[in-house]
T-cell receptor, first 112, second 114 residues
Framework: GESVGLHLPTLSVQEGDNSIINCAYSNSASDYFIWYKQESGKGPQFIIDIRSNMDKRQGQRVTVLLNKTVKHLSLQIAATQPGDSAVYFCAEKNQAGTALIFGKGTTLSVSS | DTGVSQDPRHKITKRGQNVTFRCDPISEHNRLYWYRQTLGQGPEFLTYFQNEAQLEKSRLLSDRFSAERPKGSFSTLEIQRTEQGDSAMYLC????????????FGQGTRLTVV
């Protein structure tokens, strides 16, 4: 069935370190993935997306890597800042292509 | 503010009451989605509109839930005879009507049923 999941529920890093948040997905036919950041009491905020015809995509301080062979997605955040502290979700399009399927999320905690 | 807007932000209601939430999508977005999020979980898809047509409904959307999008602009989500299990964050998102379209979320409506 369709599902996405994250390897670790929590990740703690020091300010300035690079963070890597991982996600495994199960639908080999998935062709579009999105990473969202959600702060407490707020809606998910779009970070970066990637299509299945790409292996890597870079944004501002963030990079998403897609490994279709092992159905694995990762989000790398460079020079992590306290403001990056939030829950991060990966999401994939459902089989109908009409909605997003979310994993449970990884809570990133950044200490100064 | 040109983002997705949801109202109210918080709603406390007694069990058995009806509640209605409103979502105003980004103006040029044809697609509108409703999701539900419980504590510690990712958002779960409820329903999807393309313009005014409701094209998909999740199994999560029981008969007590109804959503509308008259004129293809704002949308409402109504829950009738609320139950304590309905307590959750209700999120609205919108996107363009293209194949790979980023969905942008509102701030959500936090529902508490007491």
């Amino acid at each position: 069935g369709e599902s996405v999941g994250l390897h670790l529920p929590t990740l703690s890093v020091q300010e300035g370190d690079n963070s890597i948040i991982n996600c495994a997905y199960s639908n080999s036919a998935s062709d579009y993935f999105i990473w969202y950041k959600q702060e407490s009491g707020k809606g998910p905020q779009f970070i970066i997306d990637i299509r299945s015809n790409m292996d890597k995509r870079q944004g501002q301080r963030v990079t998403v890597l897609l490994n279709k062979t092992v159905k694995h997605l990762s989000l790398q955040i460079a020079a992590t800042q306290p403001g990056d502290s939030a829950v991060y979700f990966c999401a994939e399009k459902n089989q109908a292509g009409t909605a997003l399927i979310f994993g449970k999320g990884t809570t990133l905690s950044v200490s100064s | 503010d040109t983002g997705v807007s949801q109202d109210p932000r918080h709603k406390i209601t007694k069990r058995g009451q009806n509640v209605t939430f409103r979502c105003d999508p980004i103006s040029e977005h044809n697609r509108l989605y409703w999701y539900r999020q419980t504590l510690g979980q990712g958002p779960e898809f409820l329903t999807y509109f393309q313009n005014e047509a409701q094209l998909e409904k999740s199994r999560l959307l029981s008969d007590r839930f109804s959503a509308e999008r008259p004129k293809g602009s704002f949308s409402t989500l109504e829950i009738q005879r609320t139950e304590q299990g309905d307590s959750a964050m209700y999120l609205c998102a919108s996107s363009l009507d293209v194949l790979y379209s980023r969905a942008f979320f509102g701030q959500g409506t936090r529902l508490t049923v007491v």
